[in-house]
């Protein structure tokens, strides 16, 4: 949200606990907030988070969290993101959620990250999200991962019920220890967007990389091309 002329108060709050025996590295409960206050110190939005997190010896990491949000309106906001009804500068919401994590221990060559959030949103409305991410390394040279988000919207009129799909499968190549190769595929599905991006970087010299990318973007139904760029960048490091 671009800001100017604003108070930002970010308070944290930790307390961690740490066994000495068991499959349990740490675990302990944590709370913090961000809090947003105009220059006249009245409050435009803030979100406090609650959570309990456990982070096992293998690193994996679950986390539980319960969540408040407050937001009041800068500008006009659609909260479907789908060209529909924008709610009026002001409009107040506050919401609560739930939200749970597990990320998997990142020293694996099969790596995972599972997410679900449930509750209220803009407008009085209901939220549910899930979110799956899938990652394998095949060492030292490819790295294969897809990243997959599920969203549910239940808002009251001028709103409806919607549902969104977000997929996007990458790849990673390092070919030398100075040449790389990544492409990504996103399927959007509240934009009704499929973009592909690609993306060769030769590390010529450290701190110093030439980058080639070409981006395409297409509507999924009728299938049709939207626009299409290659780019060239180039970056030296130079030490005066």
Do not use: M
Request: net charge positive; hydrophobic share 35%.
């Amino acid at each position: 949200v671009p800001r100017n002329g604003y108070n930002k108060f970010s308070p944290l709050v930790l307390r961690n606990f740490f066994p000495k025996h068991g499959k349990v590295l740490t675990h302990g409960i944590q709370l913090s907030s961000n809090y947003y206050f105009d220059e006249k110190f009245n409050r435009t939005d803030n979100q406090s988070i609650l959570s309990y997190i456990l982070t096992f010896r293998n690193k994996a990491v679950l986390t539980v969290s319960g969540i408040n949000e407050y937001i009041r309106l800068l500008r006009p906001f659609d909260p479907t993101n789908t060209g529909a009804v924008q709610l009026p500068i002001g409009h107040e919401n506050n919401f609560n959620s739930i939200q749970a994590q597990f990320v998997s221990k990142p020293q694996s060559v099969f790596t995972y990250l599972l997410e679900g959030i449930a509750g209220g949103y803009y407008n009085s409305g209901r939220r549910i999200s899930t979110t799956a991410q899938i990652g394998y390394r095949f060492q030292p040279y490819v790295n294969i991962a897809i990243n997959a988000n599920y969203i549910d919207l239940d808002l009251p009129a001028p709103y409806h019920h919607y549902q969104f799909w977000l997929v996007g499968p990458r790849v990673d190549v390092t070919f030398t220890k100075t040449l790389y190769f990544t492409t990504f595929v996103q399927y959007n599905e509240q934009i009704k967007n499929l973009n592909v991006n690609t993306r060769l970087q030769w590390r010529y010299k450290p701190a110093s990389d030439l980058f080639i990318v070409y981006s395409d973007n297409y509507d999924p139904g009728p299938f049709a091309t939207k626009g299409r760029q290659l780019v060239l960048k180039w970056t030296y490091w130079w030490n005066l």
